[in-house]
């Protein structure tokens, strides 16, 4: 396989959870493609080439070429064999193209032909594409199926016996949509033989103690599996008592999961013989892989290439293993069992799972699942929560996260998933690196970090920031209902602790309100006078659990709390074990929160805290998911005048000129003209007598620029501000030296910041927030991922710095956030359109009453390089 064709090789998967390798064709391929429709049915061959009845060289001669402009044509193989083709051609309208495929009889019904359909889309919308054309026999139901069922707009015509149809391959939500439920079935099922083997095969299982592969096989053993376990090493050992093979091919009947724990030089040969079995589900144990170096990383690729090959799933190499407790299986080599509960979790990090069960169990926080991804070749946590958005045995979902692969694929499918189950994601290896070695504004207060914060809030992930807050939000979720509100109630028998789990609430978000005077009356009834009825409530260190038993449901019926937070420190006078049950027996049914924080020698029971400052900040967090459960999904609006063709051929002329570079003020000015983005009049001057001439033209005061590309005009003395007289203006202009730009000055309204920041991993991303020259030392910026909602904007409008200059700062007239939002849409819709543009800056923005006008803007075009991803989901 040539170089350009590994680039373009394409992984999809089948409705049947199946797998499927797409290449382009080459002239090699001739006597394959021959091959491949000498042996389909008469009836398909008919089909295909409407009425032709013999395939030869000169018939597959147009199916061997592929430039991935004009002309694309697709093989998918299965284990050796070509299964299926598929092909574009470019017609006489550049914009139109006719596609055409085919698919052994032996597949058809398995989804191919939609996924084909899908990858010659993308190709097709790359090379400038807008329009399918198809000639299909009337009778070809499952063809038409197809282009009916793909989520592209579709138009038919009969025509002389034949069905002319044509697709328009714009990306639209109802094909995004389309996309995404393919996706989400194919890969749900393609991953239930991990989760649900009825057999599974341990490679590399020795009988000596110690081994990784040993001591795996005798954690399954240890979990009780429900199904049959078969130990397979060189010798055929038994291990655990259980009869071992030298062959996977010697084991009795299909093996669904097989698990490799060999040295990494000898896996291929391994999963070569697991995969010639029948195997389906590949988890690779072994190291030696991408993790090591160039080498590891080419043994990588032919092992996944070998999974594909077969049509198979694979998780790993370099893991820990895999768990599930439906039929309670540990194919990990853990030190201790997985305790069995709802939640679900994926690890990049083998380590960070085992700390993970060693805390687990002591809180009382059971799992469904344990998936250890480690380099993940195939299998990822995209993948993982496509399988637990629809698992009866998970209601929770954890994940331990060091890079992403898809973003933006996983930022629609936990947006998904979040409605419906909690997910709480750590994420580490963020830096601040990259934002060091930015040019404007914007891009200085973006950075990894900044892209993963936007993508977790708009898709509704909770980020948890340590393991201990993993563990402590997952307690919390698992153990109490969502709260209504923020509004909190603290009731404790030490005064101090009530103190600390106040401040707590605070840097949490979450108020500590008055309680109503029936509230107080009620406590204070009951409790002695010394104590205090106040928020937080002293019970005194005289409490005991009747106490908290009475005290508890008096706060709970307050209409004015949300939550309860218990505090419970142990005294000579009471008993822990009284306390908790007291207070277990006073939440009983309570549909809201109740989060018991319990200071003792013998620690926190099952479901509680040991520290208040862990406990509210989970509630914190937990707040923070009702509201956005409460928020509306938003939508993306539509915006008229638009020149999207206009901004595409100025970049493609402007990138003709420098790969990489700053647009000089005309550029700016046509680029954001062609979106709409309102900006202050102004003029060029390349002399202090233009530059007079242009501020009397559009009135003094006036403002007198650089017109330097790309220039931070304040840090470089390259603007005047303010100037009252054609004197100043010719004085400046001197001083600035060279071409320079002329604006009105305006005054009034508040300097916000706007701007698009292409991250390498995340895609485009806007920012919002304060502007002016102190926009990087307030450093209050928001970045939300593009496209933008209407419910993103109302965030930023609503919440931080930003929105407090919106609102009116100091008795200033509220801005316009009807014209400011449209600025942000527009900015979005650019960063979307045009991935060329790398850095775009609007600041400031000076908002008033009635609209807002962009004062200074700054461009950065980069050439965008064309990649293609293997996997397609």
Known sequence: MTETIAAHVEDVVLRDGSTLRLRPTTPDDADLLVRF??????????????????????????????????????????????????????????????????????????????????????????????????????????????????????????????????????????????????????????????????????????????????????????????????????????????????????????????????????????????????????????????????????????????????????????????????????????????????????????????????????????????????????????????????????????????????????????????????????????????????????????????????????AGVIRASTLEELIDTSVMLSTQPLPRGNRVAVVTNAGGMGILAADACDHAGLVLPDLTEETSEKLAAMLPAEASTANPVDLLGSAVGETYEKAIPILLADPGIDALVVLFVLTIVSDTTDVVEAIQRASAGSAKPIVPVVMSAEGAPHGSFAYPESAVHALGLAVQRAQWLRRAEGVVPHLDGIDQAGARELVHELLAQSDDGWLDPDGTRRLLGAYGVPLVPERRADTPDEAVAAAVELGLPSVVKTAVAGAHKTETGGVALDLRSEEEVRRAAERIGGPVIVQPFLSGGCELLAGVVQDPVFGPLVAFGPGGTLAELIGAARFALAPVTDVDVQLAFTTGKAARLLAGWRGAPPADTAAVGDVLYRLSQLAVDLPEVAELDLNPILAGPDGCVAVDARVRLQQVEQTTATKTW
């Open 37 to 458: 429709f000498a042996e389909l049915s008469p009836e398909s061959r008919y089909l295909r080439f409407q009425g032709a009845g013999t395939v030869d060289a000169r018939t597959v001669e147009p199916f061997v070429h592929t430039d991935f402009d004009s002309t694309v044509s697709l093989v998918g193989e299965l284990e050796g064999e070509v299964v299926t083709v598929a092909t574009y051609v470019r017609l006489r309208d550049a914009h139109r193209a006719e596609v055409a495929f085919a698919v052994a009889d032996t597949l058809q019904g398995k989804g191919i032909g939609t996924r084909l359909l899908e990858r010659l889309a993308a190709h097709a919308s790359r090379a400038g594409i807008d329009e399918f054309v198809a000639q299909v026999l009337p009778q070809n139901s499952a063809m038409l199926k197809v282009f009916g069922d793909a989520g592209f707009a579709v138009t038919r015509r009969l025509e002389e016996g034949v069905v002319e149809v044509k697709l328009e391959l714009e990306q639209t939500e109802a094909y995004r949509a389309a996309t995404d439920e393919r996706d989400h079935i194919a890969v749900a099922r393609s991953l239930a033989p991990f989760f649900t083997p009825t057999s599974v095969a341990v490679i590399g299982a020795s009988k000596r103690r110690g081994t990784i592969g040993g001591e795996l096989f005798r954690n399954i053993l240890a979990g009780d599996f429900t199904g049959a376990a078969y130990p397979i090493n060189a010798k055929g050992d038994p291990v655990g008592g259980v009869p071992g093979y030298a062959s996977i091919d010697d084991v009795p009947g299909t093996v669904d999961l097989a698990v490799v724990c060999v040295p990494g030089p000898a896996v291929l040969e391994a999963a070569a013989s697991a995969l010639e079995s029948g195997v389906k589900a590949l988890c690779v144990i072994s190291a030696g892989f991408a993790e090591i170096g160039a080498e590891g990383a080419a043994r990588q690729e032919e092992l996944l290439a070998l999974a594909r090959q077969h049509g198979a799933r694979l998780i790993g190499p370099n893991c820990l293993g895999i768990a599930s407790s439906v039929c309670r299986m540990n194919a990990t080599f853990a030190g201790r069992a997985f305790p069995p509960g709802r939640a679900a979790f994926s690890s990049q990090s083998g380590a960070l799972g085992i700390a993970l069960l060693e805390q687990a169990e002591s809180r009382g926080l059971g799992l469904s699942s344990f998936v250890s991804i480690g380099n993940k070749a195939d299998v990822s946590s995209n993948d993982l929560l496509e399988y637990w958005e629809d698992d009866p045995e998970t209601d929770l979902v954890l994940l331990y996260l060091e890079s992403f692969g898809n973003p933006r694929k996983f930022a629609r499918i936990a947006k998904r998933v979040a409605r419906s189950k909690p997910i709480l994601a750590m994420r580490s290896g963020t830096s601040a690196r990259g934002a060091r070695a930015a040019s404007s504004h914007t891009a200085a207060m973006a950075g990894s970090d900044a892209a993963v914060e936007a993508l977790f809030r708009q």
